[in-house]
């Protein structure tokens, strides 16, 4: 099934409001996800 993920509930609504820093919280928050789910997977990875 093809799944649209433009159309996916969003924790980042109304960007258009937000001010250019919150924007750049939001990124580096989202990044700092990344570096976790790597860093939980590297046991995986390493097998």
């Known amino acids: ?11 980042y609504n ?6 250019v820093r919150e924007i ?3 990124i580096n928050t989202e990044d700092q996800k990344v ?4 860093q939980r997977a590297i ?3 390493e097998k």
């Not at 570096?35 to 790597?38: G, K, Q, T, Y």
């Open 43 to 45: 046991p995986q990875i």
């Open 24 to 26: 750049l919280e939001d």
């Open 1 to 11: 099934m093809f799944v649209k993920i433009s159309e996916q509930p969003s924790l």
């Open 14 to 19: 109304d960007l258009e409001k937000k001010s």
């Open 35 to 38: 570096a976790l789910a790597v």
